[in-house]
């Protein structure tokens, strides 16, 4: 994705790891809010195009309609993006999976924490949106502890933390 978005609070979106699965419920059933993803719709869409080898294999299209396979694809360029901007952006981290999806790894967090830091100069809002917040808490928590707090409230500070809820 890039500059331009449709997504009417945001004027950018950066998908560092796109890829999802759906979130499951403590029943054991699927949440309903990702029942209407589009962003499976579009990843399944994407990954049969040859030109987009990031999506290949996140999501597939089946009888019931696209859904998602569970992988990620860590896009190194997506986040690098973030440093290269020379004007403010309002950036919705993560627009085609889930920001902490299950088997993201904390040191891909990480490595999107720092560029968030480095772009700060620039103004920058970032905009973090999960339906599985206690893992991004858990995820926050690790980098704070890491960064200290100082420069966890600077990117913190310019950055909103959302979720998806149900019922």
Not at 39 to 50: G, S, V
Not at 83 to 108: Q, Y
Not at 111 to 132: E, N
Not at 135 to 149: D, M, N, P, S
Request: hydrophobic share 40%; charged share 20%.
């Amino acid at each position: 994705m890039a500059e331009g978005t449709k997504i009417e609070w945001a004027t950018a979106t950066r998908n560092p790891w796109p890829g999802c699965s759906d979130a499951i419920l403590r029943d054991g059933t699927t949440s309903p809010a990702c029942r209407p993803c589009y962003a499976k719709r579009a990843a399944a869409r994407m990954a049969l195009n040859p030109t987009l080898p990031r999506y290949k294999g996140l999501a597939v299209f089946t009888p019931d309609g696209p859904d998602w396979t569970g992988k990620q694809t860590f896009v190194q360029s997506e986040i690098d993006k973030l440093r290269g901007w020379t004007k403010p952006h309002r950036v919705f981290i993560e627009s085609m999976g889930d920001i902490a999806h299950e088997s993201t790894p904390v040191e891909w967090f990480y490595v999107l924490w720092q560029a968030m830091a480095d772009a700060l100069i620039v103004g920058h809002w970032y905009y973090l949106l999960t339906k599985r917040v206690g893992r991004l808490g858990a995820f926050l928590a690790t980098v704070r502890g890491i960064v200290g707090e100082d420069a966890y409230w600077r990117v913190m500070e310019r950055t909103g933390v959302m979720t998806t809820t149900e019922n």
